[in-house]
């Protein structure tokens, strides 16, 4: 199983934002350079997210992305979903239904990594970065 580039992006930037405190937006040149990817790709990123609620733009001389929601109200899985959708990653291919016991198997896979991501929270990877940055 493989998330694509856009979500990898999409989480560093959402960290970036949740580490800055200063509650001024952040230009997408510097999110961009940060990560080394072209500003236009990023905005793309942004997009999504701004219409999943988590992030607002502001336009001008001082423009750039912030949080709209609290770091510790944002989950892993809710920047996923912004990303990359909300349907399954498996889907059997044969027509057993829901009887299909390899799809069970999958499916309970699934559920229970997408808990693991509901639980981590953004305030907990800043919370890790302040530990280590001492």
Avoid: N, W
């Amino acid at each position: 199983m493989k998330f694509s580039k856009a979500t990898d992006y999409a989480l560093h930037t959402m960290l970036m934002l949740a580490v800055d405190e200063t509650g001024k937006p952040v230009g997408v040149q510097q999110l961009a350079d940060k990560q080394g990817v072209s500003p236009t790709y990023l905005s793309k990123i942004l997009t999504k997210l701004a219409k999943a609620g988590m992030v607002e733009s502001a336009s001008g001389a001082g423009g750039g992305y912030r949080l709209t929601r609290r770091k510790e109200d944002v989950s892993f899985l809710d920047i996923i979903h912004a990303i990359e959708g909300t349907s399954s990653l498996f889907d059997c291919g044969l027509e057993h239904g829901e009887e299909c016991l390899i799809q069970k198997v999958m499916l309970e896979a699934e559920r229970r990594m997408e808990q693991q991501l509901k639980q981590t929270k953004l305030v907990d990877l800043v919370k890790e970065m302040k530990v280590a940055a001492k």
